[in-house]
């Protein structure tokens, strides 16, 4: 866990201190992410998380940074686990650059923490397609459609049996947010 923090330290330090081109259509470079994940999928308690993201627009079209993460979970283990923590990096490409409405995908990779230290932490990977509204130049709001992996079953727990659950490695999150360019 320590190596990890490092890396994603030495990739916060990359991306806030580089100095290339920031996107024509914000006036800053930096990018402030805060979004609300929904997982319509998880029965009639549906999973709401949130995403923190601190990026960097290299260029037009371009921007990579990390990413902290907190879900609430709607499964009811025997352990009192209600929380899955992320942490990571992540890119975003605009797939046109100059209008209000631009559309986009993005990617990120990073570790879930499902339970706390004593527990493993599993890759995480996600994918997203989403539109984004420009509000001004220093403000915009935007949807995805994000797909989430996890090389462990850590999403959607279900009852099967008195002390029975199945899980999931794959899982789908509707992400709402909100975006300031510092």
């Known amino acids: 866990m320590i190596a990890t923090r490092c890396v994603l330290t030495a990739v916060l330090a990359a991306v806030l201190g580089c100095g290339a081109a920031a996107g024509a259509m914000f006036e800053n470079p930096i990018e402030l992410k805060v979004a609300a994940q929904i997982d319509p999928?998880?029965?009639e308690d549906s999973?709401?998380?949130?995403?923190?993201g601190l990026g960097y627009l290299f260029t037009d079209s371009?921007?990579?940074?990390?990413?902290?993460s907190i879900v609430t979970s709607d499964r009811e283990l025997p352990v009192d686990v209600n929380r899955i923590y992320g942490m990571g990096v992540y890119g975003e490409q605009d797939l046109t650059v100059g209008y209000d409405l631009m559309p986009f995908v993005g990617a990120s990779v990073g570790f879930l923490d499902p339970t706390?230290?004593?527990?493993?932490?599993p890759l995480h990977l996600a994918g997203w397609l989403g539109l984004r509204y420009a509000?001004?130049?220093?403000?915009?709001?935007?949807?995805?459609?994000?797909?989430?992996?996890a090389d462990e079953e850590i999403f959607d727990y279900k009852q099967k049996g008195p002390s029975d659950?199945?899980?999931d490695?794959?899982?789908?999150?509707?992400?709402?947010?909100?975006?300031?360019?510092?």
């Not at 999973?47 to 923190?52: D, E, F, I, Q, S």
């Not at 706390?116 to 932490?121: F, K």
């Not at 509000?135 to 992996?149: E, K, P």
């Open 41 to 43: 999928d998880s029965g």
């Open 47 to 52: 999973a709401v998380g949130g995403l923190l």
């Open 62 to 68: 371009l921007t990579a940074g990390v990413y902290g």
């Open 116 to 121: 706390g230290p004593d527990q493993s932490t």
């Open 135 to 149: 509000l001004s130049g220093n403000m915009a709001i935007s949807c995805a459609a994000t797909l989430h992996w």
């Open 165 to 167: 659950w199945e899980a």
């Open 169 to 182: 490695d794959v899982d789908a999150t509707a992400d709402i947010a909100i975006r300031f360019y510092l």
